[in-house]
């Protein structure tokens, strides 16, 4: 009895994502809270984070909740760039917060799903599509533990040099699969290796885009080197095995704990 009650809690907190995504809710929402506090404390126990989860996964004390984000800084824009998409590997704030963000494949490896589910990370993963598309119930499940999916190209083309149309069709591509699979349309970007021109920035912003989203890479980030608030973090590298991912998100937050720093969602400071 009290596993099927817990069944179809863990049914409503996923029917309410999906409603709130629908509706147009923002997605940083916890779905977790519309069913009420007591049943939101029942959900929690048996499935979200729970207490100790942090000592699981290697981490010496739970990470701080990210503050509420402040009204964001002034950013300069050139009178050229009115309408186009930002490029950000940075965030401009005050808060000691920084933004983890991963690429393709970070949907393939379960434990990274839980790890997100149990931690309550706020993390932000750009998806490909191929022409037989990727697994989309093991995307879903990451969306479900609370991951933000956005849109890395239909097939990872490489966009620099590229036509405007080819350009346009590989970002508006990528939105449209995304958005069928998944009800929300992706607003951000990553394209592909890190590389764009200017055809890039007025391709995605006809196809919607808000900003384009790069990188700092957070195994730069050794005990010497400054951490900065803002900063936009991938901690899994392109050729590094697909197993490491969740070890080098954990290096990561033991970094960003000893420095006094926490994560919080891209989405909410954009």
């Known amino acids: 009895m009290r596993a099927r009650r817990l069944r179809a809690l ?8 999906v409603l709130a995504g629908a509706a147009g809710c923002a997605q940083s929402v916890d779905p977790i809270e519309r069913l009420g506090k007591k049943a939101a404390q029942r959900v929690r126990r048996s499935y979200g984070p729970h207490e100790g989860a942090y000592r699981r996964w290697g ?17 300069h824009v050139e009178p050229e760039d009115e309408g186009l998409p930002e490029v950000l590997d940075r965030v401009p704030t005050h808060d000691r917060v920084v933004f983890l963000t991963y690429d393709e494949g970070a949907e393939r490896d379960p434990r990274f799903a839980e790890m997100v589910r149990d931690l309550r990370l706020p993390v932000s993963v750009f998806l490909t599509d191929s022409r037989d598309g990727p697994g989309y119930a ?11 999916i956005q849109n890395h190209t239909l097939d990872h083309a490489g966009l620099r040099g590229r036509p405007y149309a080819e350009q346009r069709a590989q970002i508006c591509a990528g939105r449209d699969r995304l958005r069928s699979r998944l009800v929300r349309r992706p607003l951000l970007l990553r394209p592909p290796y890190g590389r764009y021109d200017r055809t890039t920035l007025r391709a995605a912003a006809d196809c919607g885009i808000k900003a384009l989203i790069l990188w700092r890479p957070a195994h730069a980030y050794g005990r010497s080197t400054a951490l900065h608030p803002g900063d936009i973090l991938r901690p899994h590298e392109p050729g590094r095995p697909q197993t490491s991912l969740t070890t ?11 420095r006094g720093f926490t994560v919080a969602r891209l989405e909410d400071y954009l």
């Open 248 to 258: 080098e998100t954990i290096r990561v937050l033991r970094r960003l704990q000893s």
């Open 59 to 75: 981490l010496a004390a739970p990470l701080a909740p990210p503050p509420r984000p402040a009204r964001p800084l002034p950013r």
């Open 138 to 148: 093991r995307i879903g499940r990451l969306r479900a533990a609370g991951a933000t």
């Open 10 to 17: 863990l049914a409503a907190v996923l029917a309410a994502a």
